[in-house]
């Protein structure tokens, strides 16, 4: 069993639905990462949390330490949202520089 | 402007050629780490550096070597590089590796080992 798991693996939407992607982990960590990466290959940081909420524009995500669990939702989601979104657990302790990923989740928006 | 750069993006070579990759970061980052991504395995972390002369390993960095000579600078050396090391490496910075710290990736390197 990965460290990192993610759901779904694969999600089709239609333009201005409400999405859900979530990660669960087994290991304690220090931080969790969500990143985004599009087709063209680059990858952009799109939140890094240790507790609660964050939001920035249309995408919120949430960490619940003691369940291990963490979502990403996009609100009125558009076909730029279109990408592979990957979870990234931060391990605790003293080797906090080391980071383990989720295998991604593939959206596909539809105008 | 900040940013990672990545050198080179592309590169063709044969089994046993040592090769180096550069990585670079004009942010002043403590933090600096290297990646490979294939195809139903994700991204997977190779060799860390929490500052310079400190470097640590991931979980795959059988094949590997770097250096942290200079804080702006973290090459990826590999010495006699096999074709189960073809993939895609990236290289991804940050302030520190702290629990706020954002990370930022280059461009990427495409690297095929025939």
């Known amino acids: 069993k990965n460290e990192v798991e993610q759901s779904p693996q694969n999600l089709t939407a239609q333009e201005g639905e409400f999405i859900t992607i979530n990660c669960s982990y087994s290991?304690?960590?220090?931080?969790l990462h969500w990143l985004q990466q599009h087709p063209g290959g680059g990858i952009v940081s799109l939140f890094m949390?240790?507790?609660g909420k964050k939001k920035h524009g249309r995408l919120i995500a949430t960490i619940n330490i003691q369940e291990k669990h963490s979502s990403l939702h996009i609100t009125a989601s558009h076909p730029r949202d279109s990408a592979v979104y990957i979870c990234?657990?931060?391990?605790?302790?003293?080797?906090?520089?080391?980071?383990?990923f989720g295998q991604g989740t593939i959206l596909t928006v539809h105008p | 402007e900040a940013q990672v750069t990545q050198n080179p993006r592309y590169l063709i070579t044969v089994t046993g050629k040592k090769l180096t990759v550069t990585c670079s970061q004009n942010?002043?980052?403590?933090?600096m780490s290297w990646y490979r991504q294939d195809p139903g395995l994700g991204l997977r972390q190779i060799y860390y550096?929490?500052?310079?002369?400190?470097?640590d390993k991931g979980d795959v960095p059988e094949g590997y070597k770097v250096s942290r000579k200079e804080k702006r600078n973290f090459p990826l050396i590999l010495e006699s590089p096999s074709p189960n090391q073809t993939s895609l490496y990236f290289c991804?910075?940050?302030?520190?590796?702290?629990?706020?710290?954002?990370?930022?990736f280059g461009p990427g390197t495409r690297l095929l080992v025939l």
């Open positions: 991804a910075s940050s302030l520190q590796a702290g629990r706020q710290e954002t990370q930022y």
């Open positions: 290991v304690g960590i220090s931080a």
């Open positions: 949390l240790s507790s």
């Open positions: 990234a657990v931060r391990a605790g302790g003293t080797s906090y520089g080391k980071l383990t």
């Open positions: 942010m002043n980052h403590e933090y």
């Open positions: 550096s929490m500052n310079v002369e400190v470097t």
